[in-house]
């Protein structure tokens, strides 16, 4: 078995990329992961230097999994400036760190991807052990402060706590669908109050001249995403003084190589597009990611990037609505709290055991949050 390191994704054809990482999970997908890389967003001069691992049997792919290495924590939301911050008060530096992740985007979904003729536990567990055998190898060689998988599902979190790589527990808000025909059926499990305010604000939408638009793959145009791409560069740019992380190129790369993956819904006002937000789809999920406005108006951030979402769900049957990181505003909205998972390895072993220490202190802390968060939930109490 021989682990490899690749600084570009072509160097594995896209059709064996996808036989490996055989899912609809959208954002492991080659069309994505290239999209990224082939517009410049993850390149050196942005802080994102490829270093996919490959797992091979002589010529044959046993296993993948995406990776970088990271002069910076931009654009992961597994928050870790802390510890950098430690290591530079020591002396020492954090920078370059290796990172398991799919770029800007805290999701949760497999990092590592097995052939299917990988079938037993204890295969998968040999190549665990060789990947991270591997990577402690680089972070000595390179003088690499750190590796990190970012928002792992919790099978393969559980698998890497396994190889000595810590568990780091977070916090985000999701919505399931409980077999709803409609919104208002949706609406019907939460309190009167609750209710009342939800429609209040869509009322508000509607009161401001707004109409809502969803379109579904093959209806999102060239146009439409050009429209998009302006808002959302001009929302980064009031919120956080740069462009955001994502250029046009990418945005017309995903919408010509994957748009059956996209939904975008659009807010118009006398026929103009004034908002809109993008949505990836997998098999059962909804995956809210990518939003912007022309103007500000009265509640329709929550319109477009939530309840049109929960809409869509609910009309094409899907499972599961993953709106994006942190937010407790979602939490009235019938957004629940739900655990996210990230693993690491921290080379230096004084480091290693105040980090270790920190997370499980940490742990402790976020399910004391999440008991105290479950109790806001606007849900009718079930019998």
């Not at 999102?220 to 009031?238: D, G, S, V």
Request: glycine residues 6%.
């Amino acid at each position: 078995m021989n682990v490899k390191f690749i600084d570009t994704l072509t160097k594995v054809s896209s059709n064996d990329w996808q036989h490996v990482f055989n899912t609809l999970y959208p954002f492991t997908q080659y069309s994505f992961l290239s999209a990224l890389e082939v517009s410049g967003c993850t390149q050196a001069p942005t802080g994102w230097r490829a270093q996919h691992i490959i797992v091979k049997e002589g010529d044959k792919i046993l296993a993948l999994m995406p990776c970088y290495i990271k002069d910076h924590s931009y654009g992961e939301y597994v928050f870790d400036w802390a510890w950098a911050d430690a290591y530079h008060q020591s002396g020492r530096s954090y920078y370059p760190k290796l990172v398991t992740a799919i770029p800007f985007t805290p999701s949760t979904g497999p990092r590592l991807a097995f052939d299917a003729s990988i079938q037993t536990d204890a295969e998968k567990v040999a190549i665990f052990k060789a990947i991270s055998l591997a990577i402690r190898s680089k972070l000595n060689a390179e003088n690499l402060s750190s590796w990190h998988a970012l928002f792992p599902d919790n099978t393969q979190s559980i698998q890497l706590q396994a190889c000595q790589a810590e568990q780091r527990v977070g916090l985000q808000y999701h919505w399931f669908n409980k077999s709803y025909v409609s919104f208002e059926d949706f609406l019907a499990r939460f309190k009167s109050r609750k209710r009342k305010n939800i429609r209040k604000e869509r009322a508000a939408v509607q009161g401001q001249g707004i109409l809502m638009q969803q379109l579904d793959g093959a209806q999102i145009t060239p146009e439409a995403m050009t429209t998009f791409y302006r808002f959302y560069q001009a929302t980064y740019l009031k919120r956080s003084g740069h462009h955001g992380y994502l250029n046009q190129q990418f945005f017309m790369l995903i919408l010509a190589n994957m748009g059956n993956s996209l939904v975008m819904v659009c807010a118009l006002k006398d026929k103009k597009m004034i908002a809109a937000a993008l949505f990836f789809k997998g098999q059962d999920s909804l995956y809210g990611r990518y939003w912007g406005c022309e103007q500000s108006y009265d509640f329709l951030h929550f319109e477009t990037c939530y309840y049109q979402g929960i809409e869509y769900c609910i009309n094409n049957n899907l499972q599961h609505f993953d709106p994006g990181a942190q937010g407790e505003h979602k939490i009235p909205r019938g957004f629940e709290p739900i655990k996210t998972f990230s693993n690491h390895i921290i080379s230096n072993t004084g480091f290693r055991m105040a980090i270790n220490n920190f997370i499980q202190q940490e742990k402790a802390q976020t399910e004391t949050n999440l008991s105290q968060l479950r109790t806001l939930l606007p849900f009718k109490t079930e019998l």
